[in-house]
C-alpha cells in the first residue's frame, strides 16, 4: 500500500491554500473555455502555458489539470442546453441530453451528465493512483527500442480507431512529424528544411499549432454556420439534483462498462470522442430500453459523459509514466511539463514524487471541486453563451493572438497561427483528424531520437523492433491496431454478421 | 440572405483535390531536402536527412492515394456556400491586417480597433457598446499581462505616450 501513503503526501502538497485556490480558478476558467466556442481544453490550455512558466510546477499543472477537468464538465452544458457540443466528445450526449432538455427536464441531464463525469473521472483516478506506479516501474526497463515502438503503438491506435480515411490520418500525422523536424538537428547540427528562413530555426512550436488549428480553426467554423443560440432554460435546484441522484445509481452496470470503456480507450490512444460514442453504442444495445434511446433518456447522457471523462483522465496515464499522451490535451501539459524542465517517463516518479504525487492528488480533489462548481453555476455558465457571437468573437481571436505571441515573444508565431488557423478549418471540413498532426508534432523529436537510437545500436537492422519478447509484442501490437480496420472486417466476413453498431 | 449566396463557392472535390496535391508537393519538399542533406548511413549512423525522408515518402504515397480517390469517389457537393465564405473572409482579412497592425500599434491598441471593428461591422453596435467594451477588455488584459503575470506583449505609441513601456 505505499500507493496510499504516496498519495497522503500528494495531499499534503495539494492542500495548501494557494494551491486550492488555484484549483477553483482552474475550474472556473476550464468551464468557460469548454463552454465558449473556438476555445477547448487543449488550446485553452496551451494559452495559459505561458503565463505558468514563473509558477512552480506542482502549482502550474494542478491549475493546468484542473482546466482539463473543467472543459471536460463544460462540454455537456451547451449539449444539453444548446444542443452545440463545446467538445468533440460532448457529441455523443446531445443525442440524449438535448431531447431532455427540450421536454424541460435540463436539469436532470445537467445533474445526471456532472455525477457521472465525476464517477468517469474518479474511476479513472484510481486506475491512475494504482495502475501508474506499476507502469513506471516497468518502463523503467525501456530502453530506446521499447519507447519506439511505444510511440508505434500510439501512433498506430490512431490509423486503426480512425473513423475517417485512414489515409488522411497518416498525412496529418506525417505533416506533423515533418514540421517537428524542422529546424536544428541536436544530433548532426545540421539545419532542416529551413530554406534560409531564420525564423524557422527554432522548429514548429506545438502550442501556436494547437492554438490555431483549435481555436481560429473552431471560430472560422462557427462563424460559417452563423450560429444563433436558442437554448433551454438552466436552472439547477437541489430537488432537482437530489432526485436525479436517487435514479442514477439504477444505472450502476451502464456506469461501470462506460467507464470500463473509457479507461481503455484513454490509455490505449484514442481519446475520449471515440470512447463517448462507443460507450453510447453500448449502452444502447444492452438496455432494456435501447430502442428509446434518442429520446431523451437518462441513462443515454450516462454511458457518454461516463465515458469521456474516464477517458480524459486515464489518457494522462501514459503521458505520466511513459511520456506518451493519450490525447491533444494531455500533449499540452506534456509540453508544459518539458517546459518546466521535468522529463514526463518512468523517472518522474522516483526523482519528483511530490511533483506526481500533488498532481495525482490534485485530480481527486479538482474532481470534487469541479462537481461541486458546475452543479451550483450552471446558469452562469449558461448566460456566457447568450453573450452575442459578435463580441465573443473578436474576443476570443485576441486572446489566441495574445497566447500565440506570449511562447516565444514573438510576432512570427502570431503569422503562424494565423496559418494554422486557416489549415484547421479547411481540414475540420475535410475529416482531416487534426489529434495526430498534434500528437506527431510534440512527439516528433522524441520519436525520432528513439528510432536514431535504436537504429545505432543495430547497425541500421529494423529487426530491433522485435528483438526481445518485450519489444516485439509491443511492436506487433502497435501493426494489429494499425491494421484492425482490415482485421475486424475479415473477422466479420468469417462469422458472418455484422458488429456493433456505432452510434 | 439573397439567392446567390446559397450557391456553392467551391466544390468538396475540387478542395480535396487542391490540398491532396498540396500534401504532394508538401511530401516531396520534404523528401528532396532530407535528400539533400542526406538520407543515408553516415559514418557515425543515421543522417540528419534519414528520419524526414521516409516521412516525406509516406506522405508523397498517401497523398496520391487520396488524390486518386478523390477523382473517382468525392462527392460534388459544396465545400463552402458563397455566402458563407463571405463571413469567414469578411472575419479572416481583418484579422489578418490586425496582427499585421500589431507590428505598428502595439497589442493592446490593435485589439482594441480590432474588437471594435467586429462588433460595429457585424453586430451594429452602438458606439458607446463597442468603445466600452474594446476598451474595457484590452484595459483587463494589460492589466492582466504586464501587472499581474509580468508577460511583456508588444507596445506600440500610445503606451510609450502614456509612459506604460
Redesign the interface.
Known sequence: MAEIHSLMQGFSVALTPFNLGLMMVGIILGVIIGVLPGLGGANGVAILL??TF?MNPTSAIIMLSCIYWGALFGGAITSILFNIPGEPWSVATTFDGYPLGQKGRAGTALTAAFTSSFVGALVGVLLITFLSPVIARFALRFGPPEYFSVYLLTFCAFVGMSKG?P??T??SM??G??LA?VGL?T??G?L??T?GFTELLKGFDFLIAVIGLFG?GE??LT??E?LEFKGANAKLDMRVVIDTWKELPKYWKTSIRSAAVGCFMGIVPGGATPASFMSYGIAKKMSRDGDKFGTGMVEGVVAPETAAHAAGTSALLPMLTLGVPGSPTAAVLLGGLLIWGLQPGPMLFAEKPDFVWGLIASMYLGNIAGLIVVLTCVPLFAAILRI?F??I???I??IC??GA??VH?S?FD??LM?VF??MG???K??D?PLAPLVLALVLGDRA?DA??QS??ASQ?DMRILFSNSLVGSITSLAFLLLFWPLISKALELLRGRRGLPSG | MDESQDKPAVS?KA??IA?AAL?LV??S??SW??HR?GST?GSD????????FY??L??IV??L??LG?AFVAAANNP??LRG?LK??TL??LP??V??AV??WLG?YVA?AI??AL??WW??K?SWIKFVS?SVG?NVA?FLM?EIW??????KGPLEAALGLN
Open positions: 505561458p503565463l514563473s480515411s489515409f488522411k497518416i498525412m506525417m505533416m512529424f515533418a523536424a538537428d544530433v548532426t545540421q532542416r528544411m530554406f481560429i471560430i472560422l462563424i460559417e452563423g452575442p459578435s463580441i468573437a473578436p474576443v481571436m485576441v493572438a495574445i505571441y506570449t515573444s510576432m502570431v503569422w494565423c488557423g486557416i478549418y479547411v481540414f471540413k475535410l482531416y525520432e528510432f536514431r537504429m545505432l541500421g | 468538396v478542395m480535396e490540398v500534401f508538401f511530401g519538399v520534404v531536402d532530407s542533406l548511413w549512423g543515421p543522417q540528419a536527412g534519414y528520419f524526414p516521412i516525406g509516406i506522405i498517401c497523398s492515394i487520396t480517390q465545400f463552402v458563407q463571413m469567414v472575419v479572416m484579422t489578418l490586425y496582427v500589431i507590428h497589442i485589439s480590432y474588437i467586429f462588433m457585424l453586430g453596435y467594451v477588455v488584459f499581462f503575470f509580468k508577460v511583456p506583449l508588444p
